[in-house]
């Protein structure tokens, strides 16, 4: 092939190239906000298991608020600047080193408290939680936990469970950590597994399900559930 073809090919390429580019420029920067938003700004994620039930169901869709606490470099952990402190109480997105994967779990301990649990009662920096029982089956015990500044409901196992895994500490919770609990406290993997969670880790914060599709009935919707909020 002759140095002219060469350059006729390169040529018609790179026109070809710059008609693309102009034909579908606007798809790509609209694709780009879109990765940019859903990296640093919100983003949807998925409940898997039922670690986080009654509150959080398999198959719910929760929103996650990324600038909740912090202002991140895209695609990365590096905070640009802490806009608030995670709190007591907030259901948290985490990117778990530890357990390989994202996490959904409950503050239940922040940065200098003592942490201590004795057959699932929390204790915190001496208080201990108030427990009212809200509903019980065969297969679980509905709560409510009061703690300090803050009140959720939580699930127990009415069947027989290790008194081991019920109890915990007591420890503190070392600065730039948090101590996270999921709802159902028998059926978790969550501090008491992983150890406490690194703030860098947190990705952000969760208020609300944004739809739901129930997977124990062929993945139809729960329309109950559609934009409800997390307490």
Known sequence: MSELDKTSISERLGSNLNLFWRENRQFFLLLSCIIFFKSAIADLSSISGASMQPTLLDGDKVWVNKLAYDVKIPFTEISLAELSDPTRGDVIIIDSKKAHKRLVKRIVGVPGDTIYM??????????????????????????????????????????FVSRTARSYGPTVVPQGQYFVLGDNRDNSADSRVYSFVPREEIIGRSNSVVFSLDSDNNYLPRGERFLAGID
């Open 118 to 159: 004795q057959n699932n009662a929390l204790v915190i920096n001496g208080e201990a939680a108030h427990y009212e029982v809200l509903s019980q089956d065969d297969d679980a015990i509905i709560i409510l936990e009061e703690l300090p500044d803050m009140a959720h409901q939580a699930r127990l196992s009415s069947r």
